[in-house]
Every structure is written in structure tokens, then in C-alpha cells.
């Protein structure tokens, strides 16, 4: 399956942006889908992920209440809707898939889109 994430942009704090996640070459229902980020200077982190089917999320603690992951696998995309977005938000956004359960370490996900970049303005 091969991946293109879309969505980033410039943002003032407070405002929102949704990503997608578009896959292509395979069926997206087959796979769990996360999102991650990387900051510079940090660590890539999990952000969300979301099981196959659309019936099991995670949202890391920093971004629950603000943050959506959701997919529509008939259109083959898997969605970050992100709201009150604030600075630390800041990264380069990307998604991941896997067969089989979501899982939190990047190295547990084979297929890999591009990125995408967030920039949050305080």
C-alpha cells in the first residue's frame, strides 16, 4: 500500500486543520493506521491511530479532546482532524499503516507516507 498525506498548512493557535491520509495500490480497510509526528529536535511520537474497521482509537494524552482520527475506508483515507491547535503542535505529520491491531511504536508500522508539515503560530 503506498500512502500520501495532505492537509498541513500555517495555522494561528487556536485554529484547526484535518489531514488525510490517502492510500493507493491496496485496500486501506486492511490496515491499522496511525499518526505520528516529529518535531525538530524531538522524537517521532504517535499522535493517533485508529484500528481497520474504525471501531477502536487512541489519542495520545496530549492531544485528546482536540484531536480526531477517523477513516472512511470506502474512499480508501484515514483522516486528523485537529482543533485548538496550539505551537507544541508543530511538527511534520505522517501517516503509517499496518496489517493486523493498531499499535504506539513506529517501528511496529511497514508503509509510510511522506509528511506533512504543521506549522502553528502563537
Known amino acids: 500500500v503506498q500512502l500520501q498525506a495532505s492537509g498541513g498548512g500555517l495555522v494561528q493557535a487556536g485554529g484547526s486543520l484535518r489531514l488525510s491520509c490517502a492510500a493507493s495500490g491496496s485496500p486501506l480497510a486492511y490496515y491499522a493506521v496511525g499518526w505520528f509526528r516529529q518535531a525538530p529536535g524531538k522524537q517521532r511520537e504517535e499522535v493517533s491511530c485508529i484500528s481497520s474497521g474504525g471501531g477502536s482509537t487512541f489519542h495520545t494524552d496530549s492531544v485528546k479532546g482536540r484531536f480526531t482520527i477517523s477513516r472512511d475506508n470506502a474512499k480508501n483515507t484515514v483522516y486528523l482532524q485537529m482543533n485548538s491547535l496550539k505551537p507544541e503542535d508543530t511538527a511534520v505529520y505522517y501517516c503509517?499503516?499496518?496489517?493486523?491491531?493498531?499499535?504506539?511504536?513506529?517501528?511496529?508500522?511497514?508503509?509510510w507516507g511522506q509528511g506533512t508539515l504543521v506549522t502553528v503560530s502563537s
Open positions: 503509517a499503516a499496518r496489517a493486523g491491531a493498531p499499535r504506539g511504536e513506529d517501528y511496529e508500522y511497514d508503509y
